[in-house]
């Protein structure tokens, strides 16, 4: 992920949980978030990182339409296994910044 995340950025969100989780029976992983400055929740479809199986690690890229809000975003995990198991992971925030500001 980027040092420096600035609004209508791409960048890549990465989660790395701390836990073993095998992803190869994952049938749904989703990016959940709460975006600033009012806590607007949304979710992305996101990816196991290969191999799914050893990585703990799920993917998005964020798109320069989907970053639209500078302030501290708050992503977390919801992951849907093919046996109807649901895992939810801790959150994590990523600070954004609006173009030329050192902080938010």
């Not at 969100?13 to 049938?27: K, R």
């Amino acid at each position: 992920m980027a040092d420096h995340i600035v609004v209508g950025q791409d960048f890549t969100l990465e989660y790395v949980s701390s836990e073993d989780i095998d992803l190869t029976n994952a049938t749904t992983i989703l990016l959940k978030y709460k975006k600033p400055p009012n806590g607007a929740a949304g979710q992305f479809t996101a990816a196991a990182k290969s191999p799914a199986a050893t990585s703990n690690t799920i993917t998005y890229d964020v798109k320069d339409t989907e970053n639209d809000k500078a302030g501290r975003w708050r992503f977390w995990p919801h992951i849907t296994f093919s046996d109807g198991t649901i895992r939810i992971g801790k959150p994590v925030e990523v600070e954004v910044y609006a173009e030329g500001e050192l902080a938010c």
